[in-house]
């Protein structure tokens, strides 16, 4: 079963698919069977975290699934409460027993919590657990530049990858730039805004209209041109083969800057600013 989405490659030279698979809310057998169909329908990046709750359901679909697990990019994230560094060791070696897996692709660190301030240290705990095998590459979510600028300067590492809050109402202009300017990938989390509004917007519309594509297409297709990572989320088949089919056409420089144009200083969907908002 083969897939033929583009990969690009991250600074530490491992390759990752252009789109991935969102899981939040895929759990259970269900969830599963989920994560299968989409596996079926060429996706090989997918995402997940401990605080889902669904590492045993990605790794039991990666042992049902009958591609190797050599092409498969899986994705874990270590929660607020266990940043220290003997904590996060322990997170670490607990999603893999989860998940029933020998290593994750991808290990990423889920928010910054800047009150609490222990990041640096579980970051420490990551570029261990890179070095024991255990994570082939290692990343963050929800970092603003001074947080990034901090691992570097502290550790001399920088993420692979930062996951941000990205969508048509929230397009992270500044944040792109800088990890654009410091070689670090965007990944876009809620990259379709949760369906919340979305879907109706009348600009979206018009431009998938003319193309013949569905809303979806069109944002996922937007985010592809910024250079930026989708993960959506779906547990329908159907769904998850149209946002997949974003490589046969190509959006211009005035459809994009309309897109550009719907971005709002308050679009985040739940006013999750990385730079007061903690998570645990
Ligand atoms: N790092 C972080 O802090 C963070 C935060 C939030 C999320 N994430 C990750 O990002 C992933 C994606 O974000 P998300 O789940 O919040 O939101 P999303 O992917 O923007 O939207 C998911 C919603 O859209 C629906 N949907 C998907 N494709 C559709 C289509 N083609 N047409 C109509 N509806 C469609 C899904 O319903 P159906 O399932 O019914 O299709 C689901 O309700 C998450 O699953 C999670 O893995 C990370």
Not at 223 to 250: A, C, M, V, Y
Request: a negative charge; proline letters at 5%; one cysteine or more.
């Amino acid at each position: 079963m083969s897939s033929s989405i583009p990969e690009i490659t991250l600074n530490d030279g491992v390759t990752l698919p252009v789109i991935g698979l969102g899981t939040y809310k895929l759990n259970g057998n269900e969830g599963a069977t989920a994560i299968n169909n989409a596996i079926d329908a060429g996706y090989r990046l997918i995402d997940s975290a401990y605080n889902y709750e669904n590492e045993g359901t990605v790794g039991e679909a990666v042992r049902r699934s009958t591609v190797p697990r050599e092409e498969l990019r899986i994705t874990s994230k270590l929660p607020g409460r266990y940043q220290t560094y003997d904590k996060a060791v322990a997170t670490i070696q607990e999603s893999l027993y989860r998940a029933n897996l020998d290593y994750y692709d991808l290990y990423l660190i889920h928010w910054p919590n800047p009150i609490q301030n222990d990041y640096v240290e579980a970051w420490h705990a990551l570029i261990d657990a890179k070095k024991w095998g255990l994570i082939r590459s290692i990343g963050v979510c929800n970092f603003l530049p001074e947080h990034l600028e901090r691992l570097k300067k502290e550790t001399d590492v920088m993420p692979s990858i930062n996951q941000i809050e990205l969508h048509p109402f929230f397009n992270q202009e500044e944040q792109r730039k800088w990890h654009e300017e410091n070689n670090v990938q965007t990944q876009s989390w809620s990259p379709l805004a949760r369906v919340n509004h979305v879907l109706e917007n009348e600009t979206l519309r018009n431009i998938a209209e003319h193309h013949n594509k569905t809303v979806s297409q069109v944002i996922l297709r937007w985010h592809h041109q910024l250079g930026s990572i989708p993960i959506p989320k779906s547990s329908s088949p159907e769904r998850q083969r149209e946002n997949l089919s974003i490589f046969d056409f190509s959006l211009n420089e005035t459809e994009m800057s309309e897109i550009a144009k719907l971005t709002r200083p308050d679009g985040r969907q739940k006013n999750q600013d990385p730079a007061i908002y903690e998570e645990f």
